[in-house]
């Protein structure tokens, strides 16, 4: 069997970190193998829209927006899932980037005998009905050894562990960058940028990136906070009210969701990562490959890029707002020595490239279409 498309079926709405490593596979495949990187996605999503921006083919559904599906939606949907992927041609693989598409998509490609992907970008819970859904996929790739862990039930030899790729989409001019968004966001243009970006989940802790912000501020009056991202488990207005709350609102600017994200974290003086178990987060990447120092929790797969990478200081899980405030500060003292330097980012950006993770995903589509007739 020949790999000539490569399905990547989604069953929600939002876009996220996951999405784009995702997607940055399916350039490269597209670019550089020739493999039509097929997206499947409700029209007018973000998903559907920055696939199309991509150049990826997308395949538009028209399914209930969801996470995750009831099971018996999927059931009733099932036939409608086979002859849509059937119509895909003989030589395709499923690669599942989620749950909620593994379980509603998963069983259309094995009725099918495709190859089917799991790619675990996540840390889902180890219940009983998502290990039987683990046992699904013919390969589970793993961003992390932390996520690995919670795979341990499942033989070693279909499950591994591949990089996220990261290919910044530009590269972006610090000052410039800076420059604009003091424009946009009526920042003095001396202002030192204190940043958050990812979406307001509890998990995340962008209330205690704000309660931080207020200790940095007592120390430096020409901080300005900037938090970039949209709803999620908390709303905007849950953190403008908490800003005020602690008197730092005039400080505090909310920039809503913006891509690309280099650019929002290049302008940064600082970028602070309180959340806790990331699988391999993105954020801390773009951080030290741009050169904008980071304050991050040293726990789950930002501890394996804090030990493999550096460019940051990473505190324990427990640590507290002064603890962090008291750290940051310190990276603002020294930005230079906690950055990487020029060519370490060179090296670091080579590991992670786009062309390093096609070339080990490639290995895993190629043994499987090898068990194919």
Known sequence: MKIERVVMPYTGSELGGSHISSFTLGQALQRDHGIEAVVYANAGTLIAEE??????TVRTLNETLTARHNPLYDVMRMPARIAMLRREGPNILVHSNGMGSLQSWGPAAKLLGRPLIYHNRAFNRAILYNRLLWQMPDMVLCVSQSIKGVMS????????????PFELTATPDRMEERARLARELDLPEDALLIGYAANFWKRKRPIFFLDVCKRIG?????????????????????LRAHAAAIGIADRTRFAGFRLPGEANIIAMDVHLIPALEEPFG???????????????????????????????????????VEQFAAASLEVIADPVGTRLSTERRRIVTGQLSAHNHVTNILEVY????????
């Open 282 to 320: 993105r954020t801390p990447i773009e951080s030290l490959l741009l050169g904008t120092p980071y304050v991050a929790i040293n726990d789950a797969g930002n501890e394996e890029i804090g030990r493999r990478f550096g460019g940051g200081r990473m505190l324990a899980p427990d640590a507290s």
């Open 218 to 238: 007592e120390v430096h009056p020409n901080a300005r906070f900037v938090v970039f991202g949209r709803k999620g488990d908390q709303s905007e207005d849950m």
């Open 51 to 56: 696939a199309t921006r991509r150049g990826l």
């Open 153 to 164: 039930f499942l033989p070693q030899d279909r499950v591994r562990v591949i990089d996220n």
């Open 366 to 373: 190629n043994e499987l279409a090898a068990a194919r007739p």
